[in-house]
């Protein structure tokens, strides 16, 4: 019916998807246009951090609409300048710059730190990123990341990316030349599978890029916005960057994404940074409502408690099938499931209501509203197990 009545064939094929088409979304739940409803512990990967068409959100996009779409970024708006001061205030940054993906946001800390590097270190321009990380699908974020499935992609490669291997500082501290300018990393590898940078890493090559006069960029843009139970990850480390990039849950769902510098490393000069729709009010908007709703402290709090629940809830559930660790921090977490069974398992939540993801064959990742309730948490547990114990018989009788 859904075929039917919504042909695929006009869409570019980039991906295998399930032939279903979603209609409506609130809070942790979506509906298809059979009615069917799913429990989405997805969220658009990481991005509805207040769920679903969140009022506030519908809100403050409504006005702004009615008010001011977009005046050209050739002139200052309200929401952007108020969005930047609202950002500066809660971070160790001086200044951002809007972006519309996160991808976007990398390319423009890639291109401010070569700028970094041309006017302090005699056009310095490598920047050493970490295997197993990702930070977007442009060329040169692609050639940045260090996933296995892009090497043999759309050659030639952007170059200037050695890559080092996450918490092995002596691997960073062998990349560095006279070329290098800076250092790049997730502090948690979300698509390869939450990967955790432990905290002492973080602290270790805050020390070592700072002797070394190079800039530290972390790339937020799954881990910022209160995703792990601070409003920036880098809190957890107690360390300072020097550059970061925001995207996903900053916007609660629409295409917003950030990249912030301190005044030191913020050194854009006329030209070298734009785009027609970045720091458009519209977006923006919808940022100032989601970072006053993230930012307190009390919905912090409770994000950080929530993943505590639904860690230990994953534990006991890995616990009772057999399973492997549970990693990650705050509400982004992965259970290891030992055997390459995610695929299998995401299909038949799916078909249970349930969204799930798979980054690897052998994980499932948890990303679910920052706002997700117990009993939420809860149900998809139920599912999950009813799915684990479905697939364990099924391997006992193979
Ligand atoms: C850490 C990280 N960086 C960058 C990106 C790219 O962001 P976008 O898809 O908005 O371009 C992603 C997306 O998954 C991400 O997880």
């Known amino acids: 019916m859904t075929k039917a009545t919504h042909p695929f064939a006009a869409l570019m094929e980039i991906t295998a998807r399930p032939p279903t088409v979603f209609v409506r979304g609130e809070g942790s739940f979506l509906w298809d246009d059979s009615g069917k409803r799913y429990l989405d512990f997805i969220q658009g990967w990481a991005v509805n951090c207040l769920g679903h068409s969140p009022p506030v959100v519908a809100e403050a996009l409504a006005a702004q609409a009615k008010r001011l779409i977009t005046p050209s970024p050739a002139y200052y708006n309200d929401a952007s300048l108020k969005l930047a001061k609202a950002l500066v205030d809660q971070s160790c940054f001086d200044q951002v710059f809007f972006a519309n993906s996160g991808a976007e946001a990398n390319e423009g800390a890639i291109k401010l730190a070569r700028r970094y590097g041309a006017l302090h270190r005699n056009g310095a321009y490598e920047i050493i990123t970490f295997e197993g990380g990702f930070h977007g699908r442009t060329l040169a974020t692609m050639s940045a990341s260090g996933k296995k499935a892009f090497e043999p992609l759309f050659e030639p490669k952007v170059s200037g990316f050695p890559k080092a291997r996450l918490n092995d500082l002596a691997s960073v501290q062998g990349l560095i030349n006279d070329k290098t300018i800076a250092v790049m990393l997730e502090p948690i590898q979300g698509e390869a599978g939450v990967w955790l940078a432990t905290d002492q890493f973080l602290r270790d090559l805050r020390e070592l890029t700072r002797?070394?006069?190079?800039?530290?960029?972390?790339?937020?843009?799954?881990?910022?916005?209160?995703?792990?139970?601070?409003?920036?990850?880098?809190?957890?480390?107690?360390?300072?960057?020097?550059?970061?990039?925001?995207?996903?849950?900053?916007?609660?769902?629409?295409?917003?994404?950030?990249?912030?510098?301190?005044?030191?490393?913020?050194?854009?000069?006329?030209?070298?940074?734009?785009?027609?729709?970045?720091?458009?009010?519209?977006?923006?908007?919808?940022?100032?409502?989601?970072?006053?709703?993230?930012?307190?402290?009390?919905?912090?709090?409770?994000?950080?408690?929530?993943?505590?629940?639904?860690?230990?809830?994953?534990?006991?559930?890995?616990?009772?099938?057999?399973?492997?660790?549970?990693?990650?921090?705050?509400?982004?977490?992965?259970?290891?499931?030992?055997?390459?069974?995610?695929?299998?398992?995401?299909?038949?939540?799916?078909?249970?209501?349930?969204?799930?993801?798979?980054?690897?064959?052998?994980?499932?990742?948890?990303?679910?509203?920052?706002?997700?309730?117990?009993?939420?948490?809860?149900?998809?547990?139920?599912?999950?197990?009813?799915?684990?114990?479905?697939?364990?018989?099924?391997?006992?009788?193979?």
């Open 211 to 398: 002797a070394q006069g190079l800039l530290l960029i972390v790339d937020e843009i799954q881990t910022g916005i209160g995703r792990t139970g601070k409003l920036f990850h880098y809190e957890h480390a107690d360390v300072a960057p020097d550059i970061m990039t925001l995207g996903k849950g900053i916007g609660g769902g629409v295409p917003l994404a950030a990249l912030l510098a301190t005044e030191a490393a913020s050194c854009f000069q006329h030209g070298d940074q734009g785009g027609t729709f970045n720091g458009n009010p519209l977006m923006c908007a919808a940022g100032l409502a989601v970072l006053r709703e993230v930012a307190a402290p009390d919905f912090l709090k409770s994000v950080a408690d929530t993943g505590l629940y639904l860690e230990s809830e994953l534990q006991r559930l890995s616990a009772r099938h057999g399973l492997g660790e549970v990693r990650g921090r705050g509400l982004l977490l992965a259970l290891d499931l030992k055997v390459p069974t995610a695929a299998s398992i995401v299909a038949q939540a799916f078909d249970d209501g349930v969204l799930l993801n798979a980054p690897r064959p052998d994980a499932l990742r948890f990303m679910p509203a920052l706002n997700v309730t117990r009993q939420e948490i809860a149900l998809m547990i139920d599912c999950l197990d009813a799915v684990l114990t479905r697939i364990g018989a099924a391997r006992r009788v193979a």
